[in-house]
């Protein structure tokens, strides 16, 4: 059964970090490139991050500079380490491979909050 959880998240002034993670089982983590996306209220999601099974890395433009994923193979675990966040960045943060549907099977998300 497929299951992945996010965690991490949580308020955080302007100019704050945060770093995320998400354990995804073994047979997902291993051959798909994985990512991070977001869903703002009333947007849809987007997808914020993506890093190859070998780790080459593209990201949004809204999150380049500040936002760097990573992933250990490992652990089956994918991270995303946010800095310089701002109130936009604000949203439920989800990890998934980089060809997710809505569709899909997605874990719960991780609140961020970013606020003074």
């Known amino acids: 059964q497929v299951q992945l959880v996010e965690s991490g998240g949580g308020l955080v002034q302007p100019g704050g970090s945060l770093r995320l993670s998400c354990a995804a089982p073994g047979h997902m983590f291993r051959y798909n490139n994985m990512a991070w996306y977001r869903q703002a209220p009333g947007k849809q999601r987007e997808l914020v991050a993506r890093i190859s099974i070998g780790g080459n890395t593209n990201y949004a433009d809204s999150v380049k500079g500040r936002f760097t994923i990573s992933r250990d193979n490992g652990l089956n675990t994918a991270f995303l380490q946010m800095n310089s966040l701002k109130p936009e960045d604000t949203a439920v943060y989800y990890c998934?491979?980089?060809?997710?549907?809505?569709?899909?099977?997605w874990g719960p998300g991780t609140q961020v909050t970013v606020s003074s």
């Open positions: 998934n491979t980089d060809r997710a549907k809505m569709s899909d099977y």
